[in-house]
């Protein structure tokens, strides 16, 4: 392992404060992570890194190493990504989190296209709900929807997310249509589930924001889950456009509330602050950004 790998393997080190999480990230046995820390702390003549009943902690001489070693592996990744903006080509793993949904209808139909044009990059999706942190999991590069909260994370915005209000011909003939967000009240709703609880509907009413709590027989983590209960006639919901489009054209599904639809929301692509993008992210990400331009559902407006 040359001294730019180790460089890594110390950052990654410093970032989780666990050496057994970087050893399987990085394929190698925990014992040789910290024989390899080990050395790298012999050479320098100082200690690093210093364990704690809380975990691992930086030594003063540590966090001067921590920047010095930060700036250097950003400009190596930097001349990556200005060479593979030349003749060489991208290589290598990017490790992507995203939604299940969103990644399967989405990005994963469109993949030949981007393996095509960089033969030499792989695509590993880390694909959950939940929100994670990509320095302690060690992931390249996350697609969220909807305001940015961490601001720590540099971001790139690369589309729009417009919300839909949905539900089957046969619901609608048994329970009527709603003319009003208030009017969901008597009707069966299908609750998107965030954190144990339904995520409030959000509308746009003539004087500013209406939101409504949905309440039903049915609820889901899962937004496929809620496509299914809606096509089969479990009641309405309210989620991205995107999931629900081709059933709308195709007349399993009629749209609803279209004059209270709130504005659309934004899709970034975000990664650590204090990485550079490597060549093989820096395409990925400019290729979802051209993937979303096409799509009248997910360009930005």
């Given at each position: 392992?040359?001294?730019?790998d180790?460089?890594?393997?110390?950052?990654?080190?410093?970032d989780t404060?666990n050496?057994?999480?970087?050893a399987?990230?990085?394929?190698?046995?925990?014992?040789t992570?910290s024989?390899?820390?080990?050395?790298?702390?012999?050479?320098?003549?100082?200690?690093?890194l210093?364990?704690t009943?809380?975990?691992?902690?930086?030594?003063?001489?540590?966090q001067?190493?921590?920047?010095?070693?930060?700036?250097?592996?950003?400009?190596v990744?930097?001349?990556?990504?200005?060479?593979?903006?030349?003749?060489?080509?991208?290589?290598?793993?990017?490790?992507?989190?995203?939604?299940?949904?969103?990644?399967r209808?989405?990005i994963?139909?469109?993949?030949?296209?981007?393996?095509?044009r960089?033969?030499?990059?792989?695509v590993?999706?880390?694909?959950s709900?939940?929100?994670?942190?990509?320095?302690?999991?060690?992931?390249?590069?996350a697609?969220?929807?909807?305001?940015l909260s961490?601001?720590?994370?540099m971001a790139?915005?690369?589309?729009?997310?417009?919300?839909?209000?949905?539900?089957?011909?046969a619901y609608?003939?048994?329970?009527?249509?709603p003319?009003?967000p208030?009017?969901l009240?008597d009707?069966?709703?299908?609750?998107?589930m965030a954190k144990?609880a339904?995520?409030?509907?959000?509308?746009?009413?003539?004087s500013?924001p209406?939101?409504?709590?949905?309440?039903?027989?049915?609820?889901?983590n899962?937004?496929?889950y809620?496509?299914?209960?809606?096509?089969?006639?479990l009641?309405?919901?309210?989620?991205a456009?995107?999931?629900y489009?081709?059933?709308?054209?195709?007349?399993?599904?009629?749209?609803?509330l279209?004059?209270?639809a709130?504005?659309?929301?934004?899709?970034?692509a975000?990664?650590?602050?204090?990485?550079?993008?490597?060549a093989k992210?820096?395409?990925?990400i400019e290729?979802?950004?051209e993937?979303?331009?096409?799509?009248?559902?997910?360009k930005?407006?």
């Amino acid at each position: 392992m040359d001294r730019i790998d180790v460089m890594r393997l110390f950052l990654r080190v410093a970032d989780t404060g666990n050496f057994s999480k970087v050893a399987r990230e990085s394929a190698i046995s925990q014992p040789t992570v910290s024989k390899l820390i080990a050395g790298l702390e012999l050479k320098l003549g100082a200690q690093l890194l210093r364990r704690t009943s809380r975990g691992l902690n930086l030594t003063d001489a540590g966090q001067d190493f921590y920047e010095a070693a930060t700036e250097i592996v950003q400009s190596v990744d930097d001349v990556e990504a200005r060479v593979g903006k030349g003749e060489a080509s991208p290589a290598g793993l990017v490790r992507v989190a995203l939604s299940p949904a969103f990644g399967r209808m989405q990005i994963v139909p469109r993949l030949p296209e981007f393996f095509a044009r960089y033969p030499d990059v792989s695509v590993d999706f880390d694909v959950s709900q939940r929100y994670v942190n990509l320095v302690e999991d060690g992931l390249d590069l996350a697609i969220r929807m909807g305001t940015l909260s961490d601001s720590t994370l540099m971001a790139r915005r690369i589309g729009s997310m417009a919300y839909m209000t949905v539900a089957a011909p046969a619901y609608l003939e048994r329970a009527g249509v709603p003319q009003t967000p208030d009017e969901l009240k008597d009707h069966r709703c299908i609750a998107f589930m965030a954190k144990d609880a339904p995520r409030p509907w959000q509308f746009q009413g003539a004087s500013g924001p209406v939101e409504y709590v949905p309440q039903g027989p049915l609820r889901s983590n899962d937004a496929e889950y809620i496509r299914a209960g809606v096509l089969a006639g479990l009641g309405i919901a309210h989620n991205a456009g995107w999931l629900y489009a081709r059933d709308v054209d195709e007349g399993r599904l009629v749209p609803l509330l279209q004059g209270y639809a709130p504005a659309p929301f934004p899709i970034h692509a975000v990664w650590p602050g204090s990485r550079r993008l490597p060549a093989k992210t820096r395409v990925f990400i400019e290729f979802l950004a051209e993937l979303f331009a096409e799509n009248p559902l997910l360009k930005i407006r």
